[in-house]
């Protein structure tokens, strides 16, 4: 059941007006009845594999809290063993014996291990991080074992946020639980109005764009330098607004409801660094890396060569849980390589802008990062969309030694790109993107719901009814289903 469908609207509608009737006792019960058949309408065996999860979870917390020393420990790192497991078996069996394979081949031997034609459970990564956290807050003691099983089993499920996060913390989100919401106008007409926006960003922006991504990226032997660079732009924009846009209406959702959920993105693409795009990209899995992964390692408290090694084994780490494929493990390394490369050349960089004048600049400086920042980024998205690694290099190659030729000859008239789409879906894509990146600009100052509440009433309803508008007569035609639900 995708948020941009029908179905789903009826489900919201329902679920949300009976979680107002009922009285607060019974609430918890709605919702995890509700989120079990949200999740079942995926593929419905695989609730089989939630509820596992849920049962040794569940009561490893209550052991680990009652345990000291080794005891304490061994049940952390059975509970670990139990969420990574069912992880690496639905996710990362094939991809690992695949290479197996490979490799045994390379030396004359064949690999006794079977494919497994197994569907990969929706939203796995996200909800046994969101497991994983909990028993690694009880173990630090930083949050006490939930007694009640439903509540727990409400924690990991709850539907909003179930298959594409945001990876909440038991502390933000298990006691939220127990307190009693009632309708507050003000309250359900911001979630409404954050779905909106989360469904146009998803809609209008990123199902459009998915057309001429595909159609290169599937295509990639068909096409040359300038497409490739055009396509890419587009995805780096189509990524965003799918993803983000599915975290705000998630966010919207539990916000009706009564629900303070994280914040997961924050204009990342105005970013000055790789390290300021990751404080703003996919934050509650940025900080799950950070607080579970980087900082145990050492984080920046140890030698700057271990701290290089503590940055690139967690972006590592973090393209590998994005899936099984070379083409992710090369995103994270890439990135990891920029955040290495940043610190090595932070003196470097501070002299050049000091003896060049540019620091007298600021705007100019702040621009130049920004736009150095995005193109970093989107290079690397090169390998997360493409296929396989022989062929990001292709469209990286082609970038490099075809662009100008190709920007000649189209700017000559003598060459067209063929991208999927019509002059007037591209007009509508652009202007969609000046508009989010309009609203991202004015955010910086202001809210735009808190604007919105400034207006006289019939601006209001005019602000409204245009973007209605805009929803209902420049959605595209291509629905897609999100981009990280595949994770």
Same mark, same amino acid.
């Given at each position: 059941?995708?948020?941009?469908?029908?179905?789903?609207?009826?489900?919201?509608?329902?679920?949300?007006?009976?979680?107002?009737?009922?009285?607060?006792?019974?609430?918890?019960?709605?919702?995890?009845?509700?989120?079990?058949?949200?999740?079942?309408?995926?593929?419905?065996?695989?609730?089989?594999?939630?509820?596992?999860?849920?049962?040794?979870?569940?009561?490893?917390?209550?052991?680990?809290?009652?345990s000291q020393g080794r005891k304490r420990k061994?049940?952390?790192?059975?509970?670990?063993?139990?969420?990574?497991?069912?992880?690496?078996?639905?996710?990362?069996?094939?991809?690992?014996?695949?290479?197996?394979?490979?490799?045994?081949?390379?030396?004359?031997?064949? #690999?006794?291990?079977?494919?497994?034609?197994?569907?990969?459970?929706?939203?796995?990564?996200?909800?046994?991080?969101?497991?994983?956290?909990?028993?690694?807050?009880?173990?630090?003691?930083?949050?006490?074992?939930?007694?009640?099983?439903?509540?727990?089993?409400?924690?990991?499920?709850?539907?909003?946020?179930?298959?594409?996060?945001?990876?909440?913390?038991?502390?933000?989100?298990?006691?939220?639980?127990?307190?009693?919401?009632?309708?507050?106008?003000?309250?359900?007409?911001?979630?409404?109005?954050?779905?909106?926006?989360?469904?146009?960003?998803?809609?209008?922006?990123?199902?459009?764009?998915?057309?001429?991504? #595909?159609?290169?990226?599937?295509?990639?032997?068909?096409?040359?330098?300038?497409?490739?660079?055009?396509?890419?732009?587009?995805?780096?924009?189509?990524?965003?607004? #799918?993803?983000?846009?599915?975290?705000?209406?998630?966010?919207?959702?539990?916000?009706?409801?009564?629900?303070?959920?994280?914040?997961?993105?924050?204009?990342?693409?105005?970013?000055?660094?790789?390290?300021?795009?990751?404080?703003?990209?996919?934050?509650?899995?940025?900080?799950?890396?950070?607080?579970?992964?980087?900082?145990?390692?050492?984080?920046?408290?140890?030698?700057?060569?271990?701290?290089?090694?503590?940055?690139?084994?967690?972006?590592?780490?973090?393209?590998? =849980?994005?899936?099984?494929?070379?083409?992710?493990?090369? =995103?994270?390394?890439?990135?990891?390589?920029?955040?290495?490369?940043?610190?090595?050349?932070?003196?470097?960089?501070?002299?050049?802008?000091?003896?060049?004048?540019?620091?007298?600049?600021?705007?100019?400086?702040?621009?130049?990062?920004?736009?150095?920042?995005?193109?970093?980024?989107?290079?690397?998205?090169?390998?997360?969309?493409?296929?396989?690694?022989?062929?990001?290099?292709?469209?990286?190659?082609?970038?490099?030694?075809?662009?100008?030729?190709?920007?000649?000859?189209?700017?000559?008239?003598?060459?067209?790109?063929?991208?999927?789409?019509?002059?007037?879906?591209?007009?509508?894509?652009?202007?969609?993107?000046?508009?989010?990146?309009?609203?991202?600009?004015?955010?910086?100052?202001?809210?735009?719901?808190?604007?919105?509440?400034?207006?006289?009433?019939?601006?209001?309803?005019?602000?409204?009814?245009?973007?209605?508008?805009?929803?209902?007569?420049?959605?595209?035609?291509?629905?897609?289903?999100f981009i990280y639900f595949q994770f």
């Amino acid at each position: 059941m995708l948020f941009n469908s029908i179905p789903f609207a009826i489900f919201f509608t329902v679920v949300t007006a009976l979680y107002f009737a009922l009285p607060h006792k019974f609430r918890w019960m709605l919702l995890l009845v509700s989120s079990c058949y949200f999740y079942m309408m995926f593929v419905p065996v695989y609730i089989l594999i939630l509820g596992f999860t849920i049962v040794v979870d569940y009561f490893a917390g209550i052991v680990i809290e009652g345990s000291q020393g080794r005891k304490r420990k061994l049940l952390l790192v059975v509970s670990l063993i139990a969420n990574i497991g069912v992880l690496a078996v639905f996710k990362y069996y094939n991809f690992i014996n695949e290479n197996i394979s490979i490799l045994l081949k390379s030396i004359g031997f064949t #690999d006794p291990f079977p494919y497994l034609a197994i569907l990969l459970p929706i939203g796995l990564s996200f909800h046994t991080f969101q497991a994983m956290s909990y028993t690694i807050e009880v173990y630090r003691g930083r949050q006490r074992a939930e007694r009640h099983f439903g509540i727990y089993a409400l924690y990991v499920m709850f539907y909003p946020q179930l298959v594409a996060g945001p990876i909440e913390r038991p502390q933000n989100l298990l006691h939220q639980f127990y307190e009693k919401h009632r309708f507050d106008y003000v309250r359900v007409t911001d979630g409404l109005k954050l779905m909106a926006w989360g469904l146009f960003k998803k809609v209008v922006i990123a199902d459009r764009l998915s057309v001429l991504v #595909d159609n290169v990226y599937n295509n990639p032997h068909q096409h040359r330098g300038l497409s490739f660079i055009i396509a890419t732009v587009c995805f780096a924009f189509q990524i965003f607004c #799918d993803f983000s846009g599915y975290s705000d209406i998630a966010v919207g959702i539990a916000r009706v409801m009564g629900f303070s959920l994280m914040k997961n993105f924050n204009s990342p693409y105005h970013a000055r660094s790789i390290g300021e795009f990751w404080s703003r990209w996919h934050i509650s899995l940025s900080t799950w890396f950070r607080d579970y992964l980087y900082i145990p390692l050492g984080g920046n408290r140890v030698p700057i060569p271990r701290w290089c090694l503590n940055m690139f084994i967690v972006f590592l780490i973090s393209g590998l =849980w994005h899936g099984p494929s070379w083409t992710f493990v090369a =995103w994270g390394a890439l990135h990891g390589f920029y955040m290495i490369f940043s610190l090595a050349t932070k003196g470097i960089r501070n002299t050049f802008a000091r003896l060049s004048g540019l620091n007298q600049y600021p705007w100019l400086k702040r621009a130049l990062q920004v736009l150095s920042t995005f193109t970093l980024v989107t290079v690397a998205w090169i390998f997360f969309r493409a296929k396989s690694i022989t062929i990001a290099f292709y469209i990286i190659k082609s970038i490099a030694t075809q662009t100008i030729t190709d920007a000649r000859n189209v700017f000559n008239h003598s060459a067209h790109l063929n991208l999927g789409l019509v002059r007037q879906e591209v007009w509508i894509a652009v202007l969609s993107v000046m508009l989010l990146e309009g609203v991202h600009v004015l955010q910086k100052k202001r809210s735009i719901t808190g604007l919105i509440k400034t207006m006289p009433l019939y601006q209001r309803w005019i602000v409204y009814y245009a973007f209605l508008f805009i929803l209902v007569f420049f959605h595209s035609p291509t629905s897609k289903q999100f981009i990280y639900f595949q994770f």
